[in-house]
């Protein structure tokens, strides 16, 4: 009992840090290079955007009329978050317009578009190409206690010269001389290249960025696992979840990455929620494996890749290497369900046999994994807090 107790309380203690959906740190930066300008294009997720441009509003309280404010709050975020230099001095970037997937530069979103997952904004700077590096440093999302990615692309002359994924002690770093550009364009068409990185760099990019997706970025995820692995202590019942949850969620992720199926975030995230409540629930109620519980997992499965996949779209680093991405996401996201897995076990192995497991460790996790799963799916719905 007190060892139930024990992780009652660590829970409740560590769990109001993730009472809300993790964000996705990711932006996409394109930089256009023209022999006397610089425009750069941020497709960001909107949520995060207004988490961090403007923390005091929602989805839900903020009006029409306050659109441009909210406009101007996102390029300074930007022009504060984004460092351009070129030859060691600060581009002073000046925010243009923005706009919504669909729309079209100086359409702003009304408040029904502003939910959706990209926003894009335009900034623009008077430059002078020379003999000289230019360097790109982001620190978005570096306050939401996550580990941002930021990918970068430069493009001259509408064909793209460079690209490269940032996390915050990073940068990238070109020369941009016209005659350095159009050689390195040149090169590029004459070996096939797209002027992305090679497939191995992406696969082993994305099996990192699949695994910190589980740990620590992915409570939801986690707290699902947890609800699988405490189902029961007999390896049997946790394989048949564990297989049908990773074939379930790797079909859906394959498809909408692919552009085949998709659901909104607005639907997949409550529905995320959900799943963890009824699995914890089921833990309490339902002791043997019953048929209906791995198809259950396996209809879970399929939401929850849905929701890796609108990481991957949030990345946006999918075009062009599909299999690649695909891959490397997937292995990474499977080492942080296996890791979870695996720490669970090495906590609870040795009290597995005890008479009261169940009653004193089983039920209450499984009881706070429930209430987690139906805060968040409130919360999800109808945007509280």
Known sequence: TRIGMALLSLGLFVSPIYLSAHPSGTALVDIYLSDDSLRLVADINGEDMLNAAWPEKSFHTISVSEYPQLHDRIGYYLKSNIMVTLNANRVDLVNVSSWYPGGGPGELMDSTQLNDTTYIIELKAPIQLMDAPLTVQSSLWARFGIEPITQVSIHYRDSLVHRKWILLEDKVSLNVHPDTLAAVLEARRAAGSDGGPPSSEIISRFIYLGFIHIIPEGMDHILFVLGLFFFSTALGPLLIQVTAFTIAHSIT??????????????????????????????????????????????????????????????????????????????????LGQLAVIALAFVVTVWFWRKAWYFRSVVVPISALISIIGLYWAVERIFGAG
């Open 253 to 334: 992720l394959a498809l909408a990455v692919w552009g085949v199926f998709s659901l909104p975030g607005s639907i997949v995230e409550p529905l995320i929620a959900l799943s963890i409540a009824v699995v914890g629930i089921e833990n309490i109620f339902f002791r043997r494996m019953r048929a209906w519980r791995w198809l259950l997992v396996f209809g879970f499965g399929l939401i929850h890749g849905l929701g890796f996949a609108g990481v991957l779209k949030d990345l946006g680093l999918t075009q062009g290497n599909f299999l690649a991405t695909l891959i490397g996401f997937n292995i990474g996201v499977e």
